[in-house]
Each structure stands twice: as structure tokens, then as C-alpha cells.
């Protein structure tokens, strides 16, 4: 039986937990308010950072009036330009007065404010990146792209539609409204249900126990490469975002290449599964998957390949079985998956103790946390795109945004069991375990210079949830000879790149190097500026790089009925459907 996780949290505490954890969406009031602690009082202590702010108020300030002064009589130099991914005041609507004094407006304030949320001596680098985006969130609240008064675009369509962009964005907001009180699902995905419009690559469930379903492809060529594929996906995500629509699944690539593929699908866990650990996902999910591809495909290695926190679990795994002569694993591939967490980018403002222990508490209540309260956070790193272009597009301009495969699936949230979640945040995010050697599975130690296996190792360029060059430090800590990829795009679109189809980007690009054991550069911008852009997917270089780890073409082999109890289940499955 398993043993209560030490870390939970004392049943006094949780009704007034519970209560703040809805009010504050599930970020910590504590952290918070530790981190805007922390910088007032440093400031407070700092009469040259108030002198610097001051200085910087009144030219800021007196360069506007000069702008607001001029800009009325023709062209006119911006005070201040948006930053690169900032689009909110690209229109050219936006380049008129009084709106592009507004904009102005608004970009030295928040400038100023980023001036003075940085910089404080004595303000540890966490507490200063928290106040710095939290004060980033509530500036963008009362940006004048938010208001009908102060959008030149919504202004202009409210009187060319005579209000009723107004009315339909109310009901658009009020449709929104209910979903989210009846915890239902949004508009439009019932279009994109598995097995209907999405995961359609055909195969068979050929393995299943308590957490995963093992899926196995049926070949698309005459003979196939003789290693199979096994593909392991983060366990906070559905799978299908791996197999979405037809062009557009990296599975039914890789099955037209000649590849015999075996994807992982996680079951959907709930209260009774509060006690599931990272030991249990490692066993369950990636060494019985491992066993049941070598029993499917007798005698051949595997090439094994995990997609955000499945690739860190397959990393764990490779390490314990880093090595052995009689090694299961033909080459290891690595997809956005980080090893090394010191550096998780945007994701890591969400990670210190106090957060933890306040999503403990919540987890408290049900033994699991719901991936919507999940997605909340990705929502804040993204807000602009996520958020408040959202606001102004459908509940101001009162259009409507089509339902999409990749939306759909986005929607499609899984849990996480309390235990594992509060173990993944804590010895991986919060104390980086797994990089600094002391992460330990099944009773033992895993050293990630254990991995001595070939490695494909890809990143995306704006990846908000892996960031690349965290990614990158896999190549100094095993000892393989790595081919490191970087794709253009973000944490999912980077990844679901295909060289065609309906959401080929024909801007899409890669950069692609290879390294023998511990000849990549240590420094990821040294590795970047030596390393040429290539236009299109990676996903035909890793194909290419398989099949070049891979001995003779043979025979497919056969869809065997490996469960218990029955003929194997058609894909994409049951465990994919579950809610």
C-alpha cells in the first residue's frame, strides 16, 4: 500500500486553502505577496533606484508630451517601440492620433514599471521575476487595446456595424460564461472527438494495464524498418497531439516512412489514484511499454522517443537502463523535454515552495489537480495571444474563432494525481534533482551520464513551456553522440510541424547539427550562432536520422493480441476518451 506523501497538507488548513486557491485562480496569495514584499522593502532601502526611477519618470513623460505635441502634424518618431512579440499596436489604426499617443502612453509606462520591478539590490532573482510579471499581468489589463473608447479597430466597427459587434460579443461572452460555471467544454470541440476528426491513424491497443494503453500502428509501406518507434507523450496532455488529423500526425509520418510505431496513451487518473507516484508512471508508462514493443517485436531493439515531460520520464528511465549489455533501446529522441530544470523559463515563476505547498492544498480536495487549473498558467505566460487578444477579437470586435483541431485537443485537459504532481514540481522543478545527480528511482540512483545510447535531441525557438536552451544542456550531461535540432515555432507547433498538409507553415525552419560524445558546444547561443537555418520540417531529418540507426528493412510485423481477455481494442483506444 502506498505511503502518504509527506508533504501533505494538514486538514485544519484546507477550507480557508480551498477558498483562496478559487479567488486567486490557484496562484499562491503567499508567494506573491513574498515577492512584492521583497522588492518594496529593497526599494524602499534604495534612494538610488528611486532617483533612477524619478530621472526616468520625468524624460519619459517629457518625451511624451514632445510625441502627443508633434504627432498631430505628420510623422512623427515613436518615444518608444512594442517589443518584438508584442502585436497589440501593429494596425495602422493604431498609428494615428489621439490612439497612437494613447499607445505611446501606455509603452513608457510599462517600460517604467519594468524599470522599476528590476534591478533592486538585495531582491532575490526569483521574488524579482514573480512582482516583474505580475505587475507585466495587471498592465496589461489596462491596455487601451482592451476598451472600446481607446481601439481605433473596435471603434470603427462598432460604427460600421452600428453597435452590433457590442451584442454579439456580449453573447459570445456570455456563451464563455456558462462553460466555464458548468465546467463544460468549450464551442466546437465536440467536432474533434478521437477517433472521429482527430487520431485517425489506424491500429490496435495491444497492451493495457492500470495507467497506459499501448497503441500499435498498422504499416502503411511493405516492408518496415526492423527497430519500431516507441513514442512517449507527457502525461498532462492527451496524446493525440501527436497523431491529430490527417496530414498533420507525426504518427502517420512516421508510419510512411517505413516506421513501425507504438504510441503511449495515458489513462485519465482521478481521486483513487491520488497516491500514484513518479516511480509508478515510470514503471507503468515507460518500462512496461518498453517490454510489451520488445514482445510485440521480438528481438529487435527500440528506438524510444518522449514529447515534453514523457521525454524527461524516457530520460529517467534510459539512465536506469544506461549501460546494460542486454539494453532494450536502440537510440533515445527527446522532443521540448527538459533534464536539467535550473533555468525552466516563465513556467519556473510558478515553482517555489509556497506554490507548491498551496497546490497541495488544492490538490487536497480531490487527490488530483484538473488540467484546467493547469492551463490557467500557460494562459498567463501567453496572455496577449491568449487572453486579451481573445477579449478583443470575440467579445469586442464580436467575431468568432473557429474551432481547430490543435484548439480542441488544447481544450482536452487530463489530470494529474496529487502524489506525482507534488513530486515532479518538487524534484525536478524546485531542487533539479535529476541534473545534479540526486534524483533516484526504483531505490535507484539515476546519472544521466549513463545514457550512452545515439540521441535525437529537439527544441523549439519559442518554446514557453521547455525553454531551448534549457533543453540544450542534455548534450553535456550524457555521453552519447548527439544530433541536436531547433525548430521554429512554440512548445506544440514546433513540434506538430509537418512538411505538408493543413497545417504545414511554409515560414517553418530548423536549424540541425550533429556531435560525437561531448564535442557540442557548452554554450547554446555558441551552438546557434555556428549552426545554418533550414527551411521547412525537422520531421523528415528524424526520420532520416532512424532510419539511419536502424539495420534492414523487413516484414511488418504482425498486430498481435496482446491483451488480456479479449481481442486488442481498435486506436486510438479507450483510455484517450476518457473525461
Keep these: 500500500m502506498p505511503v502518504p506523501s509527506p508533504h501533505s497538507p494538514d486538514p485544519l488548513d484546507l477550507p480557508l486553502k480551498l477558498w483562496l486557491a478559487r479567488v486567486a485562480h490557484g496562484v499562491s496569495p503567499s508567494s506573491l505577496a513574498l515577492a512584492y514584499a521583497d522588492w518594496f522593502n529593497h526599494a524602499l532601502a534604495s534612494p538610488s533606484h528611486q532617483a533612477r526611477l524619478s530621472a526616468s519618470a520625468l524624460r519619459k513623460w517629457l518625451a ?101 459587434n457590442l451584442a454579439e460579443g456580449a453573447a459570445n461572452w456570455a456563451r464563455d460564461a456558462m462553460a466555464v460555471l458548468s465546467d463544460g467544454p468549450p464551442r466546437g470541440v465536440e467536432d474533434f472527438v478521437p477517433g472521429r476528426a482527430t487520431a485517425l491513424t489506424p491500429g490496435k491497443v495491444v497492451f493495457r494495464n492500470s495507467l497506459v494503453e499501448l497503441i500499435q500502428y498498422e504499416p502503411a509501406t511493405p516492408k518496415v524498418w526492423a527497430e519500431p518507434v516507441l513514442v512517449v507523450p507527457s502525461w498532462i496532455m492527451k496524446f493525440y497531439i501527436l497523431d491529430l488529423t490527417p496530414g498533420d500526425s507525426l504518427v502517420e509520418y512516421l508510419v510512411s516512412q517505413g516506421h513501425t510505431v507504438f504510441m503511449v496513451s495515458w489513462r485519465n487518473p482521478g481521486s483513487a489514484d491520488r497516491e500514484l507516484g513518479m516511480d509508478d508512471y515510470l514503471q507503468l508508462g515507460v518500462m512496461e511499454a518498453i517490454a510489451a514493443v520488445r514482445r510485440a517485436v521480438p528481438g529487435a531493439r527500440v528506438h524510444a522517443a518522449g514529447y515534453c515531460l514523457g521525454g524527461t520520464l524516457l530520460a529517467i528511465g534510459a539512465a536506469l537502463l544506461g549501460g546494460r549489455r542486454d539494453n532494450p533501446l536502440a537510440s533515445v529522441s527527446l522532443l521540448a523535454a527538459q533534464t536539467d530544470f535550473h533555468e525552466p523559463g516563465e513556467l519556473g515563476l510558478f515553482i517555489d515552495e509556497s506554490q507548491i505547498a498551496f497546490l497541495e492544498s488544492v490538490m487536497a480536495e480531490h487527490g488530483y489537480l484538473d488540467g484546467r487549473q493547469m492551463a490557467g498558467a500557460f494562459q498567463l505566460i501567453n496572455s496577449k495571444d491568449l487572453v486579451w487578444s481573445k477579449l478583443v477579437h470575440e467579445y469586442l470586435m464580436g467575431a468568432q474563432s473557429p474551432m481547430t483541431a490543435m484548439r480542441a485537443w488544447n481544450a482536452d485537459a487530463t489530470r494529474l494525481p496529487a502524489r506525482m504532481h507534488s513530486e515532479y514540481l518538487r524534484r525536478l522543478y524546485l531542487h533539479n534533482d535529476l541534473a545534479e545527480g540526486r534524483y533516484t528511482a526504483q531505490g535507484q540512483a539515476v546519472r544521466l551520464d549513463a545514457i550512452d545510447l545515439p540521441m535525437f535531441v529537439v527544441a523549439t525557438q519559442r518554446d514557453h513551456v521547455s525553454p531551448w536552451r534549457s533543453v540544450y544542456k542534455v548534450l553535456g550531461a550524457v ?11 512554440g512548445h506544440n507547433v514546433g513540434i506538430v510541424s509537418p512538411p505538408g498538409g493543413p497545417m504545414a507553415d511554409p515560414q517553418a525552419s530548423f536549424r540541425l547539427a550533429s556531435h560525437g560524445v561531448g564535442q557540442a558546444p557548452a554554450d547554446p547561443d555558441a551552438w546557434l550562432r555556428a549552426t545554418a537555418a533550414r527551411r521547412g520540417s525537422w520531421w523528415p531529418a528524424w526520420s532520416k536520422w532512424l532510419a539511419g540507426h536502424s539495420g534492414a528493412r523487413v516484414k511488418p510485423p504482425a498486430l498481435r493480441p496482446l491483451l488480456d481477455g479479449g481481442a486488442p481494442v481498435a486506436a486510438p483506444g479507450t483510455y484517450v476518451l476518457q473525461k
Design 64 to 164: 511624451w508630451l514632445a510625441y502627443a505635441r508633434h504627432a498631430w502634424h505628420g510623422d512623427c518618431p515613436l518615444c518608444v517601440a512594442p517589443a518584438g512579440n508584442d502585436k497589440r499596436f501593429d494596425p495602422p489604426e493604431w498609428g494615428r492620433p489621439p490612439f497612437s499617443i494613447l499607445a505611446q502612453g501606455f509603452l513608457l509606462q510599462e517600460q517604467w514599471w519594468q524599470e522599476a520591478m528590476t534591478g533592486v539590490q538585495g531582491v532575490s532573482a526569483h521574488h524579482q521575476d514573480v512582482a516583474a510579471f505580475a505587475t507585466r499581468q495587471w498592465l496589461d489589463m489596462w491596455s487601451p487595446s482592451n476598451f472600446v473608447a481607446s481601439n481605433p479597430q473596435v471603434l470603427a466597427e462598432t460604427w460600421r456595424r452600428g453597435g452590433m
Design 479 to 489: 555521453r552519447s553522440p548527439v544530433t541536436m535540432a531547433l525548430a521554429s515555432g
